[in-house]
């Protein structure tokens, strides 16, 4: 009997693999107001403001369920399986490991014995039918003076002992999800949980001892005819009418009673595996033993004895009901029975992919406090060093002194190499050295020469490498020039567009001499939107002498500036 069940449990687990590992939990949303009931609402503005750590429990659904099932009593007349059992419960979740769960189920369990049974002499169900020798108080049957029976008894008749009990059953349980809690994985399609409780049980047990209103024969069953259990089961069930017409031994009046039948109070344990269908939806399978303190659940507590003498068992009878269920989620503004949802979701999820997660401000080393952090850093630079975008010191004449040493700041080219202190030595052309070697007044356009044009691709301020080459020998002769400036000059002001276009490639033309070249902005005079040239052109030309203009201007329209 046991083993059918089970091979019918393995088989069913088997074709619903596949649906659990597929139907995967979901979570909510941490943030979401709408679940978190009222009374909770001030730990999650704590949560959501950052003071208090631990999110909110969040209201969750309740769980109605039905469930069809096998029902088997388990006592001294051995069990019939399969017989029918009905049940429902509610469900509700107190965390995400305990819930609670208020049970109903209705039982038919049957049994019938396929030894027959000599001494039911004090079983009243059928010592009244079949005339049983009364038993005495020392176990034995009941002698006259003259050492016989007594008179109006036959001698031994055997009976098969079967009985059918309707048990009902109502019982409040603890369950415990084992499998939702999980470290390397989001969550599952199945529930594992175990559960226990307590409740109260009624039942009502007959027995079939008449045929109409006649006992049975069982000689033709007891004769030997019947070898084994099998066949002998069978040969009682096409014997029996099926009546049940005769109440079974009971307790009588010293055991309460609930509707005329007997109420025993009872405990449960059972375990059960849910599968995930859809969010509202979810199929279980359950096994669950209940016990109970009465020994009459078939009918029997008189146990054969090898001499022929009943013998009154201690044993109690217990009755199982394994069952498969449809649950059902109901609550709106709620979120799925806890038992589905992974505590840890929210803490790896934070980790993962912050969100409420309160970050410090980072902090980016300048051990040199240049004012350029170190991983863009090139050059430990001294205190109160000037330095370029790269955190190198700036020499503006190019002498390999830093200008905060450089006591000459400008030192010409054919005037170098120079001293420690950035000094230069400038060569005589002959033995007396006079005055006029370096040519007074502004001679830039001469020994800058003709400066070349950058042209740029139509709306694109990106400096092409064709361009940066003649950059490199405008920042050549730049650097042997050291008191001349540059005029960079961009064209076109017709409409903001061409304005704002117009300044970004001037921008990026003395943005490339700085960085790049190594000049000091200051040799710059920034001029844009000017008329009388090619819009996709950027100009150089020498400044005049007294010429002045800033080597930087704030951008026109700066919601139209171009990245690239």
Not at 423 to 452: F, H, M, Q, R, W
């Amino acid at each position: 009997m046991a083993s059918k069940k089970y091979s019918f449990l393995t088989g069913f687990l088997c074709l619903l693999a596949s649906i659990g590992f597929s139907q995967m939990g979901s979570s909510y949303d941490v943030k979401d107001s709408s679940v978190i009931p009222s009374k909770r609402m001030p730990q999650h503005t704590e949560f959501l403001n950052g003071t208090y750590n631990f999110p909110a429990k969040p209201r969750n659904q309740w769980e109605v369920g039905v469930k069809v099932g096998a029902f088997t009593v388990s006592g001294d007349v051995p069990a019939v399986f399969p017989t029918p059992g009905f049940g429902v419960h509610v469900r509700k979740a107190f965390g995400y490991v305990f819930s609670a769960r208020l049970e109903y189920i209705y039982g038919i369990g049957k049994g019938l014995s396929w030894l027959p049974a000599e001494n039911y002499a004090n079983n009243t169900a059928w010592n009244t039918n079949y005339n049983a020798p009364i038993i005495d108080v020392n176990g034995g049957p009941l002698l006259g003076s003259n050492g016989g029976l007594v008179s109006g008894t036959n001698p031994l008749r055997e009976v098969y002992y079967n009985y059918k009990t309707q048990t009902q059953d109502l019982s409040i349980q603890g369950v415990f999800t084992l499998n939702n809690i999980r470290f390397h994985k989001s969550k599952t399609g199945i529930n594992l949980y175990g559960f226990a409780g307590v409740g109260g049980t009624v039942y009502n047990t007959k027995v079939n001892a008449l045929n109409g209103g006649t006992p049975y024969d069982f000689s033709t069953i007891s004769g030997g005819v019947y070898k084994n259990r099998k066949d002998t089961r069978k040969a009682l069930r096409d014997l029996l009418d099926n009546s049940y017409e005769t109440p079974a031994q009971a307790q009588g009046d010293r055991r309460p009673k609930l509707f005329g039948n007997t109420f025993k109070p009872s405990g449960t344990v059972g375990a059960g595996l849910a599968f995930k269908l859809s969010k509202r939806l979810n199929l279980a399978i359950e096994d669950r033993q209940t016990f109970i303190k009465d020994d009459l659940l078939d009918g029997q507590e008189w146990q054969e004895h090898a001499y022929g003498n009943p013998v009154l068992t201690s044993d109690f009878d217990s009755y199982n009901y394994f069952s498969i269920g449809l649950n059902i989620n109901i609550g709106s503004k709620a979120v799925e029975p806890l038992w589905w949802l992974n505590p840890l979701d929210y803490a790896y999820s934070e980790i993962r992919n912050p969100r409420l997660m309160r970050l410090p401000k980072p902090v980016l080393p300048d051990s040199d406090g240049d004012g350029v952090t170190d991983q863009f850093d090139q050059e430990q630079t001294p205190q109160g060093c000037p330095v370029d975008t790269h955190g190198v010191s700036r020499d503006t004449d190019g002498d390999g002194v830093p200008d905060c040493k450089d006591k000459e700041l400008v030192t010409p080219t054919y005037c170098q190499p120079v001293d420690a202190d950035g000094v230069g030595k400038c060569p005589c052309p002959d033995s007396t050295c006079y005055e006029g070697l370096i040519k007074k007044g502004n001679d830039c356009a001469i020994s800058l020469g003709a400066l070349p044009s950058v042209t740029f691709k139509q709306g694109a301020i990106k400096i092409s490498d064709d361009a940066k080459a003649l950059l490199a020998t405008v920042g050549s002769r730049l650097r042997n020039s050291p008191e001349c400036k540059v005029v960079v000059v961009g064209y076109c002001s017709s409409n903001k567009r061409e304005q704002q276009l117009s300044w970004d490639r001037v921008n990026a033309v003395i943005n490339y001499l700085v960085e790049k070249e190594g000049l000091s902005a200051d040799r710059f005079i920034f001029q844009y939107g000017q008329e009388g040239g090619d819009c996709n052109t950027v100009d150089l030309r020498a400044a005049g002498e007294g010429e002045e203009g800033p080597n930087t201007v704030p951008a026109p329209h700066p919601n139209l500036r171009k990245n690239k």
